[in-house]
């Protein structure tokens, strides 16, 4: 079974330019997340999918930072303009979704280092 | 909210030898699942060992096994014989019922040296 993919694995860009990272789920999973993990914190919800809906994104700067999840598949973060601060390790994750499901852990991918300089 | 702590920044251990991380959790729910994470320098997240909130016998996988005490909102892992492998950062997660979502949250983790 092929896992949760990411790419890029390390970005550099300059404050206030944009970026965009993709994420392509296990094959099956409704769910999907995005986290942020600054250096030496735990990862940090920026936004949950439920298929192609949004389950949570209360903790997203929407000034700044939008995601999509076009037909329910694979997924888009994009920053733009990026700021100093957004430096860090961009997670995805996803996992099955069913009402009778039992221990659905995430499974997460790689990763993407941002350094925004 | 829910919140989840992790006490210890930094633990070390001897290789063989047995060592325990400490998290603990707050929320008002019964139903829940909790689960610890391994983080190696690859950042390739792993799930460890998962536990039902539900079921009172602690899980165990292998070397690792935990110490759910449901009052006292705690679930701290032990790795035992503990192999250079096992160096890491180690997070614990909760996850509430389905009905309330599907968010994971995480600690802030615990980073684990093993000496040989």
């Known amino acids: 079974e092929a896992g949760v993919a990411q790419s890029p694995r390390y970005k550099i860009i300059e404050k206030r330019q944009s970026v965009a990272f993709w994420c392509n789920p296990i094959?099956?999973?409704?769910?999907l997340y995005w986290y942020q993990q600054i250096l030496g914190q735990g990862p940090k919800l920026l936004i949950q999918?439920?298929?192609?809906?949004?389950?949570?994104d209360s903790q997203l700067p929407k000034d700044r930072f939008s995601a999509e999840r076009l037909k329910g598949v694979d997924s888009t973060l994009k920053i733009q303009p990026a700021k100093l601060e957004d430096s860090a390790v961009y997670l995805c994750?996803?996992?099955?979704?069913?009402?009778?499901?039992?221990?659905?852990?995430?499974?997460f991918g790689q990763g993407t280092r941002l350094t925004v300089v | 909210a829910q919140t989840v702590t992790q006490s210890q920044p930094e633990m070390s251990v001897q290789e063989a030898e047995t060592v325990t991380l400490s998290c603990t959790y707050d929320?008002?729910?019964?139903?829940?699942?909790l689960f610890w994470y391994k983080q190696p320098p690859s950042r390739q997240m792993i799930l460890v060992i998962r536990?039902?909130?539900?079921?009172?016998q602690n899980a165990t996988e292998n070397r690792f096994s935990v110490n759910f005490q449901k009052a006292a909102k705690s679930f701290s892992l032990k790795i035992s014989d503990s192999q250079l492998g096992d160096a890491a950062m180690y997070f614990c997660?909760?996850?509430?019922?389905?009905?309330?979502?599907?968010?994971?949250?995480f600690g802030p983790g615990t980073r684990l040296s093993v000496l040989p």
């Open positions: 999918f439920q298929n192609n809906g949004v389950v949570d």
């Open positions: 929320t008002s729910e019964s139903d829940y699942y």
């Open positions: 094959s099956g999973h409704a769910t």
């Open positions: 994750a996803s996992s099955l979704f069913e009402i009778t499901a039992m221990n659905t852990e995430a499974f």
């Open positions: 997660a909760y996850r509430p019922p389905i009905k309330r979502g599907q968010n994971f949250v």
């Open positions: 536990q039902e909130a539900y079921k009172q």
